[in-house]
């Protein structure tokens, strides 16, 4: 699969100028390559697969978590992770969500999907479900710190977009917004067939009224902190002066640690430097 498949209809150099990284962009049809057989079936042929367990496997409720003592193995005694399958069917009704992590070690289709989009956007993927019984809510507002594309195989959803995009994204973890404010008018129902694309921090939440599938495609691009972070943690292991402690002030009431000056900084980015001469 190339760019032009994958984006149909939509001008490449036009996509990554304009919306990749600044806008959420709707397209109206979802890539061959990504499309299921029987997708009203797709979690029923998922929760029969032997190596599920929780949390892989998530009941949501109204933007809360159930607790995963209601529909895994686990008993008054003992604690179990494994999912059972009667107690997550009788749960899959509303208002309830079931969230499906990693679809790609469950199912052939979503390795070849997560095959075919690790090569498209060299980067690593994940593939999560959704599988709504509405009407029900997802997680309350919150945005993502990487790209996503949702791809809508089954039903319809509305979504709630923010008004702008956040420069303040995280880099590490989802952060939940609960200022009701930060999510303007800016509505759209996603149909089946059709996919979404939304870039880093661009604040949203969703709401099912029927039955709905979507999968979210995570597209965890390589970003320059984490080029760093890895250039230290090798350099680290060559320069002991990288391992060891910040310097500091010892008084009978206990240990101060003081900030690093410009010159030590300096001394870390040399140090840095030589070993990307030495690699």
């Not at 049809?29 to 929760?47: D, R, V």
């Not at 009407?135 to 008004?163: R, T």
């Not at 917004?177 to 067939?193: F, G």
């Amino acid at each position: 699969m190339n760019f032009k498949e994958f984006l149909l209809q939509e001008d490449i150099c036009d996509f990554f100028q304009s919306y990749w990284g600044k806008e959420y962009l709707h397209i109206a049809n979802t890539p061959s390559a990504l499309e299921i057989k029987s997708p009203s079936n797709l979690l029923f042929n998922i929760l029969e697969q032997p190596r599920l367990k929780y949390p892989q496997v998530r009941v949501l409720s109204e933007g809360g978590a159930l607790s995963p003592l209601l529909y895994t193995k686990s008993s008054e005694h003992s604690l179990d992770e494994a999912i059972d399958l009667k107690k997550i069917v009788n749960l899959a009704c509303k208002p309830n969500t079931i969230k499906v992590e990693n679809l790609a070690s469950l199912l052939p289709e979503f390795a070849l999907w997560d095959n075919l989009l690790a090569k498209l956007f060299s980067s690593r993927i994940t593939l999560n479900g959704y599988f709504s019984f509405g009407p029900s809510n997802g997680i309350p507002i919150h945005f993502d710190p990487h790209h996503i594309f949702a791809v809508q195989l089954y039903g319809q959803k509305e979504w709630s977009l923010g008004a702008e995009q956040s420069q303040f994204y995280p880099h590490k973890a989802v952060t939940v917004i609960n200022d009701v404010k930060e999510i303007s008018p800016r509505k759209l129902i996603l149909r089946e067939n059709e996919m979404l694309y939304l870039p880093p921090g661009r604040t949203h939440s969703v709401k099912t009224e029927k039955q709905s599938i979507h999968i979210a495609i995570g597209i965890h691009t390589p970003r320059c902190f984490h080029s760093i972070s890895d250039l230290v943690d090798r350099a680290a292991i060559r320069h002991p002066e990288l391992r060891a402690d910040q310097p500091f002030s010892v008084t009978e009431d206990g240990l101060t640690f003081m900030k690093l000056s410009k010159s030590d900084i300096k001394i870390i980015f040399d140090i840095l430097l030589s070993s990307i001469s030495d690699d």
